[in-house]
């Protein structure tokens, strides 16, 4: 059975930095890509970044292009998102997905 656990969100003011994780449980996570989505409220999920199974590339959303960076650890089942210059917008819940599966999800909110 997958399961995947997010913690590591929080309130932070903009600016600040978190870092998100993901233990995942139930599948051969090696061999999967990996994705973080979010969901702000009143609004649909929102994909915006993926990783292959061997972590060498790395995909963004525009949105957070430049500002967060995914990676993961294989060997502790493990893949995590650092977000740095957090803004308001990025107030949502954090989810990591395997394909249709997701976590319940972690808690970020932005504000001053």
């Known amino acids: 059975q997958v399961q995947l656990v997010e913690s590591g969100g929080g309130l932070v003011q903009p600016g600040a930095s978190l870092r998100l994780s993901c233990a995942a449980s139930?599948?051969?996570?090696?061999?999967?890509?990996m994705n973080w989505v979010r969901q702000a409220p009143g609004t649909e999920l929102e994909w915006i970044s993926s990783?292959?199974?061997?972590?060498?590339?790395?995909k963004y959303a525009d949105s957070v292009k430049g500002r967060f960076t995914i990676s993961r650890d294989n060997a502790k089942f493990t893949v995590y998102f650092q977000m740095r210059k957090l803004k308001p917008e990025d107030t949502a819940v954090y989810y990591c997905?395997?394909?249709?599966?997701r976590g319940p999800g972690t808690q970020v909110t932005v504000s001053s």
């Open positions: 139930g599948f051969t996570f090696s061999v999967y890509t």
């Open positions: 997905m395997k394909g249709e599966t």
């Open positions: 990783l292959n199974s061997g972590g060498t590339d790395p």
